[in-house]
């Protein structure tokens, strides 16, 4: 039997001769002696109760309680709109095709916004002031009636462009 099986074991055998030495004495009732004795023995259980109870816990590992107490534990993950950004630039740069179809229209989005909400310029409906404050290189990129490459398998525009071309936006 190991030590901590005979713990509770020892102070209970304990507990019963300090009951014997208590009655041979009797410096209070008996009633009072064995009131004392059942108390001492149920605290004796109670905490070999509580000593099991968590070892098993710990055996067992956290419990549902622990585990939501700390959390569970995320890894961080990319938001799926930066990787659709991020994808649509990569692809932009490689495919004229899809820069003139998913890359250019999200940009021209921005651009009608930070227009809008910075000048009180609306893409389509002033296209002069726009044109004034986009730049002719930025204009000719993100003007609504650019039409389709000859060649939609052609280059797209290379990185660096497409880089000045955000910058620009920026400053809106």
Do not use: K
Not at 11 to 33: D, K, Y
Not at 57 to 76: D, K
Not at 97 to 116: F, Q
């Amino acid at each position: 039997m190991n030590e901590e099986r005979r713990r509770p074991l020892t102070l209970a055998a304990l507990a019963t001769v300090g009951l014997g030495v208590a009655l041979g004495v009797r410096p209070v009732s008996v009633s009072t002696i064995l009131a004392a004795y059942v108390l001492v023995l149920t605290a004796i259980t109670l905490a070999a109760l509580a000593r099991s109870a968590r070892s098993a816990a710990e055996w067992q590992g956290a419990s549902e309680f622990e585990q939501a107490l700390h959390g569970a534990v995320h890894t961080p993950v990319r938001p799926p709109e930066l990787v659709r950004t991020e994808r649509d630039i990569t692809l932009g740069a490689a495919n004229a095709g899809h820069l003139h179809a998913r890359l250019l229209p999200i940009l021209r989005e921005v651009a009608s916004a930070r227009l809008a909400a910075h000048h009180n310029v609306e893409l389509g409906r002033r296209p002069e002031a726009a044109r004034a404050l986009l730049g002719e290189e930025a204009w000719q990129l993100l003007r609504p009636d650019l039409p389709p490459p000859d060649d939609r398998n052609a280059a797209g525009l290379p990185l660096r462009r497409i880089r000045v071309l955000v910058d620009t936006l920026e400053r809106l």
